[in-house]
């Protein structure tokens, strides 16, 4: 089984799903980024799915949930890069992923955390964390 | 109607889904299905074979690439020999689940096929057939 890296800036964790995960493949990225979030204290999560070309209501099912551990945690998590063939499909499958933000791409979801941890915190977030 | 060329996957497990989804795409591509068209019988196709596994102990999708004179199009067959729907009507409907999903597979795949077709009957396991025509939406 394949497992999908997840890379640590600053306070963010990003993701990046470049293969065509099978559903064990999803499941072990969900609890590795739930993991991820607690270790380094992270407060915002990115996970860009350009390169994917289906989201089923597994994979649809897996980013809600995520989101919402993530939130549960302290994080906030934006999902990235969706293509409208995919947007298209989800909502006629009748997923609407309530609950999930999403950006167009990774700079304005990037964008959108900052945004998210300055309305939270009243200031900027700096942009690399030492201690950890 | 004409039937071009078949083919039979097994999908008994996870890693087979994606097999199912990599040779819809591949068969939707070949008969020219716009990028909607392909993600929606894949999506379909994806919701399928996993129930499959999930509710029906496994089974085969069989492809079926057609030709009716006018359009083209592509046929799914998703068979097992598992349970059967007891309540067919209740498994149609979004958000019923007797397991743990979402209970959105069946009545999704329907609405992101032209034509869906359930065979079932309890002991007797479940034969679905959707069938997407390219250029209809």
Not at chain 1, 34 to 43: D, N, P, S
Not at chain 2, 119 to 133: D, F, L, M, Q
């Amino acid at each position: 089984m394949e497992r999908i890296p997840i890379l640590k800036m600053g306070r963010c964790l990003l993701v990046s799903i470049q293969i065509d995960m099978d559903d064990r493949t999803a499941m072990t990225l969900q609890d590795d980024l739930t993991e991820q979030i607690v270790k380094h204290r992270a407060k915002g999560v990115l996970i860009d799915i350009s390169s994917l070309d289906v989201v089923d209501s597994f994979i649809g099912r897996m980013l809600a949930n995520t989101a919402a551990m993530a939130r549960i945690l302290d994080a906030d998590t934006v999902v990235v890069g969706m293509q409208p063939s995919v947007a298209i499909t989800l909502v006629e499958l009748g997923l609407s992923l309530k609950g999930v933000r999403s950006a167009l791409n990774v700079e304005r979801g990037m964008e959108l955390l900052r945004t998210i941890a300055r309305d939270l915190t009243g200031e900027a977030e700096p942009d690399a964390d030492q201690e950890d | 109607m004409q039937i071009r060329k078949t083919e039979t996957l097994p999908v008994r497990n996870a890693a087979d889904v994606v097999g199912v989804r990599q040779a819809v795409r591949k068969w939707a591509v070949e008969l020219g299905f716009s990028l909607v068209e392909q993600t929606k019988v894949v999506t379909a196709a994806s919701e399928l074979g996993r129930n499959m596994i999930d509710y029906g102990g496994g089974g085969t999708m069989r492809l079926e690439s057609l030709d009716d004179g006018i359009r083209r199009g592509l046929r799914l067959h998703f068979e097992d020999k598992g349970p059967g729907i007891p309540d067919l009507n209740a498994a149609l409907r979004d958000g019923f689940t007797t397991g743990s999903g979402m209970g959105l597979g069946l009545g999704g795949a329907k609405r992101l096929s032209n034509e869906f077709d359930i065979k079932t009957a309890p002991g007797e396991g479940t034969h679905i057939t959707i069938t997407r025509w390219k250029g209809v939406s």
